[in-house]
């Protein structure tokens, strides 16, 4: 994980000035370059959304600099930590050369060496081959990359080096932090999650894609400034609402097709310090033939046990499966892990039982009464014991779901 003690921030775009607000909460930023180009936007945002931005205009760390943000990266030697871009919506005229490979070049020219990059782009006023392009080039200049979508808005994140995520960092930071955890809070009301666990869960609930996943997913057409496809596309579909919003489907389905039902890690190194817990984000998306519907899912938090799991479930006519995956910090697959796992299943009743391979991993059925089962399985890739309870399937039922269980990095 990077973690900058001191840090240079640009920041392309004021809007509202809630991102510049957001921003100004990290303590460790020293300096914020804002580039607005418009100064009228600079003066609306200090007169009628101050209360809503906390002043952040103010802050005494914050340069405002009015320019276009091209012209400024050209302009000026300086390198930045991070540096995020979110200008208005693509189709408006001049704001097609943020979005091509020439503008994503001269930014990875301003990160310092480790730095990141934030993007952020619509999915609503998006059809999916534009969303596609997007992302093919954005992903031609940084190869490290990860989507996260919150509502129909996207963020895509890039670097030149792998990027982890540790939570004990993460949750130490915010509980140290009142500004920063109000921000999560309110993050948490628009995505309707409890308080329970809106800390931890809003830092991973928006994560959609890894790099390999943007690659399998992107086209190959890359948005230049010679051949700038995306501004005039995007004018030309929101016009005339063609498949606007397309994308946010077009993206579950590939993921569904790609990993049926995946129980996975986007990450590496998302861990919880302060627990002794190796957490990883569990993205749990139906394969099978299609007809399994989601019913629930979400990240929760047994506070009594300092244990963080994750649980899904999931419908078909009258039949119904539970998933719950917990992670298990270095927990080796001992003969006496298995005891436990396998007298704890047995203890509720079973007609038959029997040991069985998910993906290679050592796993253990029980039958309880004729269509209802359990499962369970420990992946030794993630140490995570995954558990399920199926009731009123067919015994073909069973064997596809377990045959479409997989645990991945």
Not at 112 to 133: A, N, S, T
Not at 235 to 261: H, R
Not at 345 to 359: H, P, Y
């Amino acid at each position: 994980m990077i973690v900058f003690t001191q840090s240079d921030v640009m920041l392309i775009g004021l809007g509202g000035g809630f991102t510049l607000d957001a921003i100004t909460n990290f303590k460790e930023v020293d300096s914020i370059d804002l580039v607005e180009i418009n100064p009228h936007l600079v003066a609306v945002a200090k007169k009628y959304f101050s209360e809503y931005n906390s002043e952040a205009l103010s802050d005494p760390r914050v340069n405002t600099v009015i320019d276009d943000g091209r012209n400024h990266l050209l302009a000026s030697d300086k390198k930045y930590d991070v540096i995020i871009s979110q200008p208005s919506n693509i189709w408006l005229s001049g704001e097609g050369g943020l979005f091509t490979k020439e503008m994503y070049e001269g930014v990875r020219a301003h990160l310092k060496k480790g730095g990141v990059f934030g993007q952020w782009m619509p999915l609503y006023e998006q059809d999916d081959q534009d969303f596609r392009i997007f992302l093919a080039t954005f992903r031609s200049v940084f190869p490290y990359a990860t989507l996260w979508i919150v509502d129909y808005d996207a963020v895509l994140v890039g670097s030149m080096e792998p990027v982890g995520y540790d939570y004990g960092y993460i949750r130490q930071h915010i509980d140290s932090n009142p500004e920063i955890e109000q921000d999560f809070k309110m993050m948490s009301d628009v995505l309707l999650t409890t308080t329970k666990y809106a800390q931890l869960y809003q830092v991973v609930v928006p994560y959609r894609m890894n790099s390999d996943d943007i690659k399998d997913f992107s086209g190959s057409i890359i948005n230049t400034d010679d051949h700038p496809v995306l501004e005039f596309s995007a004018a030309k579909n929101t016009v005339y609402q063609k498949n606007l919003g397309k994308p946010f489907d077009s993206i579950n389905g590939f993921l569904e097709d790609k990993y049926g039902l995946v129980l996975s890690i986007p990450f590496l190194n998302l861990t919880s310090m302060d627990e002794g817990i190796y957490l990883n984000f569990i993205d749990l998306k139906t394969g099978l033939d299609g007809s399994w519907k989601e019913k629930s899912s979400g990240v929760y938090v047994d506070h009594s046990k300092n244990v963080v799991f994750m649980e899904a479930v999931y419908t078909k006519g009258s039949s119904q499966f539970l998933v719950v995956a917990l992670p298990l910090s270095d927990q080796p697959l001992t003969n006496d892990f298995k005891e436990r796992i396998t007298s704890g299943m047995k203890r509720n009743g079973a007609i038959e039982t029997g040991d069985l391979s998910v993906n290679g991993h050592w796993g253990y059925w029980v039958r309880r009464s004729a269509g209802d089962y359990a499962v369970s399985w420990f992946c030794e890739d993630n140490d995570i014991l995954y558990n399920l309870e199926i009731s009123r399937v067919t015994e073909k039922e069973i064997k596809d779901i377990i045959e479409d269980l997989r645990c991945v990095h």
